[in-house]
């Protein structure tokens, strides 16, 4: 099994009396996307810079490809791109020449470097911009651009500091499918929000954090499943609606059942697969099952049921 390329063990940063970042731990792999997903000041961007080697730990350590991000911050950083929450001030150059700095930053020279950038450029779909000054990119671009600096190293570990905040849905789109595009090229990504809804289709795995502490760790299946253990179920049964309804309230799995007209509805405690039973042994028992449907709580109630709300 090989190492994780990210790990946050234990992590702590104090600011004073606050506790930004109180006992972090969590892991991505090789090719993973992780969303770390929490409400503003839970401590989302001071994990993240702590990772980036700009700000160190008041306990605990984080991981690059294995190296501490404090006794080995050289080789993290040959590692990692970071793409932070702002933009900085180069308006007057344009695309090409700052990917060009930042390229040569990194000690990309000759060849390697006119590579680094066709690559780059290419995969964010810069090559037309590239002599457009940036102070006339619109923020979609903006985003795509500061993605390209943050890559164009070819790190293995990409940590991204809310990149979809106020795109546009298309541009939000196409960062998606940027970001799902790195992962199946092998790269890692940390990749930060405040809504859960935005990163839930592009993340193998999802962190929720609140207040410096990680409340959820999973899948967002297994995460909507901890906290909603039940799934609501509305069945419509031809003729003998009545039975059915006397037969489901004698189920311990089963609560709440109302009947309105031929249609059942109630809560079912179990998984999809536990209900494909149920489906099966109303069928067997003969009511005639015209429909069956089920939903479970939406992701922004699954965000709302985690977290409380509280901004530090
Ligand atoms: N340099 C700093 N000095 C003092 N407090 C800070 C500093 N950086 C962050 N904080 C505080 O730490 C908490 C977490 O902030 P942050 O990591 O930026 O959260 P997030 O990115 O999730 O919105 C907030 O309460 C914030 O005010
Ligand atoms: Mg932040």
Redesign the pocket.
């Known amino acids: 099994m090989s190492h994780p390329m990210i790990e946050l063990r234990r992590l702590h940063?104090f600011?004073?009396t606050?506790r930004?970042?109180n006992d972090v731990s969590f892991e991505v792999q090789r090719g993973e996307v992780f969303g770390f997903i929490?409400?503003?000041?839970?401590?989302?961007?001071?994990?993240?810079?702590i990772l980036a080697t700009l700000?160190l730990p008041t306990y605990g350590d984080a991981f690059v490809d294995g190296f501490s991000c404090i006794n080995d911050p050289d080789r993290v950083r040959r590692r990692l791109g970071f793409m932070p929450?702002y933009f900085g001030t180069y308006t007057d150059v344009n695309c090409y020449e700052y990917l060009d700095f930042f390229a040569r930053s990194y000690g990309l020279a000759g060849r390697q470097r006119h590579q680094a950038l066709q690559h780059t450029m290419g995969f964010t779909k810069l090559d037309e911009l590239a002599h457009k000054p940036i102070r006339g990119l619109s923020k979609g671009m903006k985003q795509r651009l500061c993605l390209g600096r943050a890559m164009i190293h070819d790190p293995a570990v990409l940590i991204l500091?809310?990149p979809a905040n106020g795109l546009d849905p298309r541009a939000r789109i196409e960062l998606r499918e940027m970001i799902r595009e790195l992962a199946a090229n092998g790269k890692s990504v940390l990749v930060?929000s405040?809504i859960l809804t935005e990163l839930a289709e592009m993340c193998d795995r999802v962190g929720i954090?609140e207040r410096?502490q990680l409340l959820a760790v999973g899948t967002v299946e297994e995460i909507q499943h901890e906290q909603q253990p039940h799934r609501e179920v509305k069945v419509r049964v031809l003729g003998g609606a009545e039975g059915a309804r006397a037969w489901l309230v004698g189920r311990s799995d089963v609560n709440d059942v109302t009947l309105v007209g031929e249609e059942l509805k109630f809560s079912h405690q179990g998984d999809r697969d536990s209900e494909v039973v149920l489906l099966r042994e109303m069928i067997l028992a003969g009511f005639r099952v015209a429909e069956f449907a089920s939903h479970s709580q939406s992701l922004e109630d699954v965000f709302m049921a985690v977290t409380k709300g509280i901004?530090?």
């Open positions: 940063r600011f004073g606050t930004a970042v929490g409400p503003n000041g839970a401590g989302k961007t001071t994990s993240m810079r700000e929450d500091d809310e930060s405040h954090i410096g901004v530090q």
